[in-house]
């Protein structure tokens, strides 16, 4: 398995980690790459890029996932505000916005933790966790209007947190990654559209310094890789995985 390429190498080495911190990441004008956002801004930057203009969410926006929502063949992303209610759509060509839109979602304790495709047409959807008891719910999306909902297993430990979507094992079915908050434990679920299958152990990361920034298959293998951001350090790695066991391990 390759590790990622990407465009900007050399100013993805010299950004200013204190200020600038990875949000996701996806593929943009065909080449992989790390979304960062300052944190004294707000502002976003892609491979240099920076957003500052008008549809710019402003810091109470949380950058949830990545997708071609509006099946055009180039990576959208999603924002979402808590203390709103509301999701906002980037519609992208490349680098550049093409366009926003912008639905109702739902206000806390409900979060978005996940943009992945589990009922098989081909368009990207959301799922949904409640921070209080545990609930797991997941949108249908047709582009940026949602048509319906299906209910996914409840983990009512809310120390588990849903940490991305992605095809752990090579089957061609979107399983759920969670990450315990408190001890660092790693599972993955194996679904089969959104029933839950069965599950796997990854290795533990009991630094909790270290945060899960973004899921998907990055290296180009089929299968789903892990981007790791340290708070402390501001350090930041690939695990390239076969199904739940790191196949290798890349830092930026």
């Known amino acids: 398995m390759t590790a990622p390429t990407m465009t900007g190498l050399k100013w993805h080495k010299m950004i200013d980690k204190y200020e600038w911190e990875p949000v996701g990441a996806g593929m943009f004008a065909g080449n992989l790459e790390i979304v960062y956002r300052s944190t004294q801004t707000g502002f976003v930057k892609i491979n240099g890029v920076l957003f500052t203009n008008a549809p710019c969410p402003g810091t109470d926006y949380q950058l949830v996932g990545i997708g071609d929502f509006n099946a055009d063949g180039k990576n959208d992303i999603v924002w979402s505000s808590l203390s709103l209610g509301l999701i906002k759509f980037w519609l992208m060509n490349g680098l550049a916005i093409s366009s926003t839109a912008s ?22 959807d959301i799922i949904w966790r409640n921070l209080s008891n545990g609930a797991n719910v997941y949108w249908y999306m047709d582009g940026t209007t949602n048509t319906g909902y299906a209910s996914i297993d409840t983990l009512a430990d809310v120390t588990y947190e849903i940490s991305g979507v992605g095809d752990f094992n ?29 599950y796997a152990n990854l290795p533990t990361e009991s630094d909790l310094n270290w945060t899960i920034r973004a899921v998907g298959n990055f290296s180009g293998g089929g299968l789903t890789d892990i981007l790791w951001y340290n708070i402390v350090t501001k350090a930041i790695r690939w695990w390239h995985m076969n199904n739940a066991t790191i196949d290798s391990v890349t830092y930026v």
């Open 170 to 198: 090579g089957n061609g079915k979107s399983d759920i990654l969670w990450r315990n908050n408190v001890s660092g434990i790693n599972v993955v679920w194996y679904m089969d559209g959104v029933t839950f299958v069965n």
């Open 103 to 124: 639905i109702a979602g739902v206000s806390s304790p409900y979060k978005i933790v996940g943009i992945s495709e589990f009922n098989a047409d081909g368009k990207p």
